[in-house]
């Protein structure tokens, strides 16, 4: 399938003297710089108004996270999570650590605030240089926001192992108030049809680690079985997935579109409890129940849905309304603008219709486009209450590697043609 083209204009980006162009109805601008690696974007639901009050938080790859407040300012939130050196080759083993991030604020007391992320770790028995084992962890912060207070792990999977690439990624709270967490096959495609293992699949659980029973007010959990213990199995919300890097939740149909990397070809799937998603090693069998699909790929990262229950629609028209926008990084640390259509954000602005193969008839435009002749993509995609936001990754001349602070957060906002 192939995107729609639009025009994209530099209008606005040559003010800031940014390279990057968009489309004419967004406005881009850089809110944020000094970043190493931002991976996630996470926003805090209904944040304060103070000038210190947090109003988002950005994971670094490499094991800190940085929180911005509303007056703009950065802040080391916690740094140190990993408990071994993810320095290496990009690509290669460099490519993982922190990755996925939710928050959300206490109940009982709005000042403390909960960070849930996902990360490899390994505890202790290291089973090899470029191996680790994939873990889900809760950070609590000090009241304000602005510190960690303590951080308390809620599902460790070892044995299992993964490397830099298709590793424990996205992490959300799902609109049953549950945990949704997406595993890549960790370069074994044996792993995602496995139902006793945890790697090639979207994991759901509670807020304290445990796999969702049945007696559960929101459903149970399609494969929960405790007679015969606890496992991985307990926690399969669906499977078949090779790298599943991000997603978003529907509101409107209670649904999360995710966001899935393969070899030559990449795919949307919407989830539904319990379905196997058919990744086998090939990529024809990312095909059957795919929503779109990019061929060839182009590594989508993350995805965000414009919506009036989250930031009243981000500050764009009632018309956005349920528009589903991705990040394509395309080919790692690459240089200069991407031919085959990565380094971009784009937009499917109707995720209802679908032609015969069952695949969206209306195909997506490009909003966003890196134009410079540096290494920066876009990958961290997060909808704030004026905008989407969203990471280059990289510093973007390369002066000090790919792995060197510099990166920067910028944000797309609505404008009148």
Known sequence: MTMTAVALTSACTQTQHLPWDVASDFHIDRVGTGYRMPVNIAFVPNPDHGPDAPLYYVAELYGSIQVVTRSGAKSEFATGLLDYN??????????????????????????????????????????????????????????GGLTMASRTVLLNMQPETQGYSNQISSISIGPDSKLYVHVGDGLDASTALDRNKYRGKVLRMNKDGTPVTPDDAAGGNPFYNA??????????????????????WRISDGRRYIVENGESIDRIVRLESGANYGWNGSDESLVPGALYIWKPAVAPVNAVIVQNSVHANSGFPAAYHNRMYVTQSGPTYAEGPDVNGSKCITEFSDLDSVGDNGQLSVPPRVIARYTGPGHASAIALAAGPDGLYFSDFYEDTGANGPTAAGANIYRLRYRLK
């Open 227 to 248: 007679a015969d213990g606890i496992s991985a199995t307990d926690y399969i919300y669906t499977s078949g997935h090779r790298n599943a890097f991000g997603g978003a």
């Open 86 to 143: 993810p320095q290496g080759p990009i690509s290669g083993s460099g490519e993982q650590g922190l990755a996925g991030l939710a928050v959300e604020r206490d109940a009982a007391n709005p000042s403390i605030y909960h960070l849930y992320v996902t990360m490899l770790w390994d505890n202790g028995a290291p089973p090899g240089a470029s191996q680790h084992y994939p873990k889900v962890e809760l950070i609590t912060s000090a009241a």
